[in-house]
């Protein structure tokens, strides 16, 4: 398997990152995720957080490769939204910690993915998109109904609104697995947080795409996307992964971090510790447990090549 990949996420004009990123790459098969804490409940870092330590968690734990991709994401992202609840164990309900997220297999020549809420993954060929997830939000309901257009729906005063998200309520929340679908060389997956698409157009992120390397169209991305925001920007974070041939990796296995900038929460198990964190609220002893958890992952990576 051999992908090329970049992620970037900045916090914008907020006093806090509460978007996480992360990338982890072994035995032929890759997983990617995008969380996005929800920003008008408690501890949307936190719930982030946990999200996605919880999820890679998950991807070093299971046997590789997969043999149910699908099965997979739907225990995982169940699992993430188990210990987001669990932090809001004894909260009023409408303050707990509540995140979305947007993730994804890559494993052979196909991809496999799962959200919830509005965190988004989008399938690029050609230039354009050619598939993408639709949010379980409100105006998503509209736009489908053809109530509203898509002009509409992008300057629409609810379109922050989310049907469902991770945390808060015990239930599961709905999930929407997109299935198997192949990859082709040269294709591009992006997951991204709302602060990606709520300012960037669709039509935008596939032009620099397909006119840059990925290293150098999602810091462009994000930036474009804070420039948009202006004043209120929200943070952004993109993630992307062009897909070149199903041949074994050189470097496979272990964690896979890009880091492209200041105020970058790096990815895979590292989240906590990105440059730009001084907002979390985090002790010396969780910090000692993540730099555990870093070293832990490493070992058993370096133990599955020899």
């Known amino acids: 398997m051999q992908i090329e990949h970049a992620d970037l996420s900045l916090v914008g004009n907020r006093e806090e990152n509460q978007d996480r990123v992360a990338i982890a ?6 997983f990617l995720a995008v969380v996005d804490g929800m920003g008008g409940h408690a501890d949307g870092a936190r719930a982030a957080e946990v999200a996605i330590r919880t999820m890679v968690a998950e991807f070093w734990e299971a046997s590789r490769p997969l043999f149910d991709p699908d099965g ?12 987001v609840v669990a932090l809001g164990h004894g909260l009023p309900q409408e303050i707990r910690p509540r995140a979305t997220c947007a993730v994804c297999i890559v ?31 409100h105006v998503e309901l509209l736009l489908r109904a053809g109530r509203i257009t898509e002009r509409q729906a992008h300057d629409h005063p609810m379109r922050n609104y989310v049907e469902c998200c991770i945390g808060g309520d015990p239930v599961l929340p709905e999930m929407s697995l997109g299935g198997r679908r192949s990859l082709l060389p040269g294709d591009v997956l992006l997951l991204c947080s709302d602060g990606l698409w709520g300012t960037v157009d669709d ?27 202006g004043p209120g920007s929200d943070n952004v974070t993109v993630l992307a992964v062009e897909w070149e041939a199903a041949e074994e990796l050189d470097n496979a296995g272990g964690v896979s971090t890009t880091s492209l900038g200041d105020e970058v929460f790096a990815s895979t198990i590292q989240a ?9 609220d985090l002790d010396d002893a969780e910090i000692e447990r993540s730099i555990r958890e870093i070293n832990e992952a490493i070992e058993r990576s370096s133990g599955r090549r020899r």
Do not use: C
């Not at 935008?204 to 990925?214: F, N, S, Y």
């Not at 906590?272 to 979390?280: C, E, K, Q």
């Open 25 to 30: 790459i072994d035995d032929g098969a890759a």
């Open 72 to 83: 997979f994401l739907h225990l995982t992202v169940g699992r993430a939204h188990e210990a």
């Open 107 to 137: 494993q052979g020549a196909n991809a496999y993915w799962a959200h919830v809420g509005d965190s988004r993954i989008y399938l690029l060929r050609g230039g354009r998109v050619h598939e993408r997830t639709r949010d379980h939000s």
């Open 203 to 229: 039509k935008a992120i596939t032009e620099l795409l397909a006119r840059h390397p990925i290293s150098d169209a999602v810091p462009e991305l994000v930036e474009r996307a804070l420039r948009s925001g």
């Open 272 to 280: 906590s510790l990105g440059a730009g964190s001084a907002g979390d």
